[in-house]
């Protein structure tokens, strides 16, 4: 049984591939931020792993998880936070530490001096 082996550099020709783009998006969108390789007069490579870490890179901050089977994914739900508009019952956690403080303030300035 023989075990396929990945080259470590892989040719200008062939990263696009690779990455599963066409050569215009690689050139536009990758190519930038990777270390080109000479190799020969003419030839250029890149680092497969400098590869394989510009895609974790670009999925960290634009992937999305897949769409939810029946359903709508995720990132389409409308989730509003912070305040609205309507009235809500309660108590306000703001008020409550207000109040609390106050008694406390009004029983230390209302204590007599001990003598010592």
Same mark, same amino acid.
């Given at each position: 049984?023989?075990?396929?082996?990945?080259? =470590?550099?892989? =040719?200008?020709?062939d990263?696009?591939?690779y990455?599963?783009?066409?050569p215009?998006?690689?050139?536009?969108?990758?190519?930038?931020?990777?270390?080109?390789i000479?190799?020969?007069?003419q030839?250029?490579?890149?680092?497969?792993l400098?590869?394989d870490?510009?895609?974790?890179?670009?999925?960290?901050s634009?992937g999305?998880?897949?769409?939810?089977?029946?359903?709508?994914?995720?990132w389409?739900?409308?989730?509003? +936070?912070?305040s609205? =508009?309507?009235?809500?019952?309660?108590t306000s956690?703001? +008020?409550?530490?207000?109040e609390?403080?106050?008694?406390v303030?009004?029983?230390?300035i209302? =204590?007599?001096?001990?003598?010592t």
């Amino acid at each position: 049984m023989s075990a396929t082996i990945l080259p =470590r550099l892989i =040719r200008l020709r062939d990263a696009a591939h690779y990455l599963g783009m066409d050569p215009n998006r690689f050139n536009a969108e990758v190519r930038p931020y990777v270390i080109e390789i000479p190799i020969g007069k003419q030839g250029i490579a890149f680092d497969r792993l400098d590869l394989d870490a510009w895609v974790d890179q670009y999925k960290e901050s634009n992937g999305r998880p897949g769409k939810a089977i029946g359903g709508k994914p995720p990132w389409d739900k409308k989730f509003h +936070q912070g305040s609205s =508009r309507e009235a809500k019952s309660g108590t306000s956690r703001k +008020q409550s530490v207000e109040e609390e403080f106050k008694k406390v303030l009004e029983q230390a300035i209302s =204590r007599k001096p001990r003598n010592t």
